[in-house]
């Protein structure tokens, strides 16, 4: 493949560029002659590639170790404790990230990812996370996670496991103290309005970190002879900004409300229409107009969690570890991904750098690095089904 910088790469150099990415990590250890950590991310790699579970991607590899082997190299090599795991993992996914991105700040996006499960925990309850109702199941294997939100350096910076009844409070300080560890500066935060809260909020500001979020609307509704209290009111105030105190039992945080419109056609009548739309803000500048469209940006976190889909590792496992360890991978990948294009596929200028993202896409980086594994473990001979005795 040659992109406009008549620079060529191949499918063994990206196979090595993934391999060398998790080596360095090490996150896993040699288990055995045939076993070594190399081997084993190779068929986990397969099987990401493939979307399908380790026991099939080992299944057509006749020069590779059975899934049994696999399985148990893996219980055995992954780090025994999770705060051990959790850092090795964050390594794999700062490995890729450039030095001289640690020049300047980033508009940093946070978001949680739910996992549906529908099996039992393997050793506490405390493994799962419990929520809304989603795919017939209200129990999950749950993560956060921190990503550069600006086109073409979309990396996830940071991954952390959420436990049951744990406050965003102290998933947001693992994150914030991750991104801080590797050197990367934070211009401002973006957020769900999953965590419009008190808490959250004055924790935000004690850090000094600029954030923006949606609002969630409280306060009583208006009636006849009573006009609306809270943050209702602002919903039928002008386009502007607006200074809101929200209280917490003895605990209370002062922010910025941004309200702004956006215009939309409905889809089931085609008609145009507008919606006001409310952000709390602090530290955050801008006309009503410019505080939506960078609020848009954030979507770009939605987009690495759809791409770490293309490429999820299928489990019934019961074992928290395997099931992180899986989801570390997928995003290593995806960041493995975005370097190719940043560091070797991109055109560049002396003011500016052009992506060119089709010229090798998510989905075929996963191709070329399966194509790799089969040439190493496979002899060639025809792939088949027996009926058993």
Not at 14 to 29: D, N, P
Not at 110 to 131: A, C, F, T, V
Not at 295 to 306: A, D, L, Q, V, W
């Amino acid at each position: 493949m040659r992109s406009r910088t008549n620079y060529t790469i191949t499918s063994r150099q990206v196979y090595s560029w993934a391999l060398e990415t998790l080596q360095q990590a090490r996150l896993l250890k040699d288990h055995g002659w045939k076993c070594t950590a190399a081997v084993v991310l190779s068929v986990v790699f397969r099987a990401a590639a493939r979307m399908i579970s380790v026991s099939a991607a080992c299944r057509d590899l006749v020069g590779g170790p059975s899934d049994q082997a696999v399985m148990t190299a893996l219980e055995d090599g992954l780090p025994r404790t999770l705060p051990v795991l959790e850092r090795r993992l964050n390594n794999a996914l700062s490995g890729p990230l450039p030095r001289r991105m640690r020049r300047r700040s980033w508009e940093i996006a946070i978001d949680w990812h739910l996992q549906p499960y529908y099996g039992q925990p393997q050793k506490s309850r405390n493994e799962l996370y419990r929520g809304q109702p989603k795919q017939g199941t209200t129990h999950f294997h749950a993560y956060a996670t921190a990503c550069i939100v600006e086109h073409g350096h979309r990396y996830t910076l940071a991954l952390t496991w959420v436990r049951r009844h744990e406050s965003m409070v102290r998933v947001l300080r693992r994150l914030v103290s991750r991104i801080r560890e590797i050197g990367l500066k934070i211009r401002r935060i973006l957020l769900d309005r999953a965590f419009f809260n008190v808490a959250v909020m004055r924790f935000l500001q004690e850090e000094r970190l600029p954030f923006l979020m949606p609002v969630v609307l409280r306060g009583r509704r208006p009636k006849k002879r009573r006009k609306a209290t809270g943050l209702r009111r602002l919903r039928y105030r002008p386009a502007g900004w607006y200074r809101h105190t929200m209280k917490s039992g003895n605990r209370q945080v002062t922010f910025s409300v941004c309200v702004g419109y956006r215009r939309h056609r409905n889809r089931k009548d085609g008609k145009q229409r507008r919606q006001k739309l409310l952000f709390a803000a602090w530290r955050v500048h801008g006309s009503p107009t410019e505080i939506r469209k960078r609020y848009r940006r954030r979507f770009g976190i939605e987009t690495s969690y759809r791409q770490m889909r293309q490429a999820r590792i299928y489990t019934c496992t019961r074992s928290p570890r395997l099931r992180w360890f899986f989801v570390g991978v997928a995003l290593a990948l995806r960041n493995v991904w975005v370097w190719i294009h940043h560091a070797h596929l991109a055109e560049r200028t002396n003011t500016a750098l052009t992506l060119h993202l089709e010229l090798l896409r998510f989905k075929r980086m996963l191709e070329w690095i399966d194509r790799e594994i089969v040439a190493l473990f496979h002899n060639g001979s025809t792939p088949y089904a027996s009926q058993p005795p």
